[in-house]
């Protein structure tokens, strides 16, 4: 001791103040010890964040042995029989203390935050492989570039994971951003989907009313599920008539003949498919070559219930 002189206000108020700061340290251990604990409850399904829990569960034990002594040793009347220099020099000590808590605390919580976006990007993924082979048929572009991005993701997380760090914010907006995407991408195939049900309902239509007026109907071929429907008819009289069928619903008819001579056919065609529950109004496009007669379906998706069966 120094022999430095002080008042028993003083002395008072420096233990107070030493038992203030005792206390923020309990809490602050009391509470990485509680996020610690939960994190190695997930450690058995998340091996990869064992290694770091490890070096934060001997700090934290170190950091309890330190709590364990002071509190032994923290008591009034000793303090005050010992004066405020020592009380001053347990005041650094758990200012010391205080600062390793709050490292090993936020260590403690980047891991959780790191963990719980992990957890959901897995998530995210699962849905994904779920619907892999949708996404393959529908939008294999699509699913090539949500591959890349959440692996990236993944990644990223992984490292954050091993230093106990990483950029919470960032990795968050690009989960949000994946999940937004993914969700668009797949109410696109749902209505892709959709719309190709409809569309084979369309050409199942067509077939039909062309077997109906005596004509030969071949087999619709689709190479790409995004690109048209392609279908041939032979009527024997005018030859053949190829229709090709769009997603949004359009269907483009082609004839060899010059505009007029198969007209009546088209005639027929748009009152059985009425008959069918499908409304068409074939006409002729703009540009078309002479002896080329293009027809086009607008508006062909209207399905009205009460209409016959076409199967």
Not at 155 to 179: M, P, R, T, V
Not at 204 to 233: D, I, K, W, Y
Not at 251 to 269: H, K
Not at 272 to 277: A, N, R, S, Y
Request: aromatic share 8%.
């Amino acid at each position: 001791m120094s022999g430095r002189k002080y008042t028993q206000a003083e002395l008072e108020e420096g233990i107070a103040h030493l038992f203030r700061d005792f206390q923020q340290v309990s809490e602050k251990l009391h509470r990485a010890e509680a996020v610690l604990s939960a994190l190695q409850e997930e450690s058995t399904t998340h091996v990869s964040i064992g290694k770091a829990l490890e070096e934060l569960s001997q700090r934290c034990q170190i950091a309890r042995q330190k709590v364990v002594g002071m509190q032994n040793m923290l008591r009034p009347q000793s303090l005050k029989e010992k004066g405020l220099e020592y009380v001053e020099d347990q005041q650094k000590q758990i200012q010391n203390l205080v600062q390793d808590l709050e490292v090993i605390l936020k260590k403690c919580l980047a891991t959780e935050k790191n963990l719980a976006m992990k957890i959901r990007i897995m998530a995210l993924h699962s849905q994904m492989e779920k619907e892999k082979e949708r996404m393959l048929y529908w939008a294999p572009e699509e699913r090539q570039a949500f591959e890349q991005k959440w692996k990236s993701i993944l990644q990223n997380i992984e490292q954050a994971l091993a230093a106990s760090s990483g950029n919470d914010a960032h990795q968050e907006q690009a989960i949000a951003q994946l999940e937004t995407s993914w969700n668009q991408a797949f109410e696109k195939i749902q209505d892709r989907e959709q719309k190709h049900a409809q569309r084979l309902y369309i050409v199942e239509a067509v077939a039909q009313v062309c077997r109906e007026l005596g004509f030969s109907v071949g087999t619709a071929c689709l190479s790409n599920p995004n690109e048209p429907m392609h279908l041939e008819v032979d009527t024997f009289v005018f030859g053949v008539l190829t229709f090709d069928f769009a997603l949004d619903g359009t269907v483009r008819s082609v004839s060899n003949y010059a505009p007029g001579q198969c007209e009546g056919t088209y005639l027929d065609l748009e009152a059985k498919l009425k008959e069918l529950g499908v409304g068409s109004e074939f006409r002729y496009e703009q540009g078309d070559l002479p002896l080329r007669k293009t027809a086009v379906v607008r508006d062909f998706f209207q399905h009205r219930e009460g209409t016959a069966d076409h199967e």
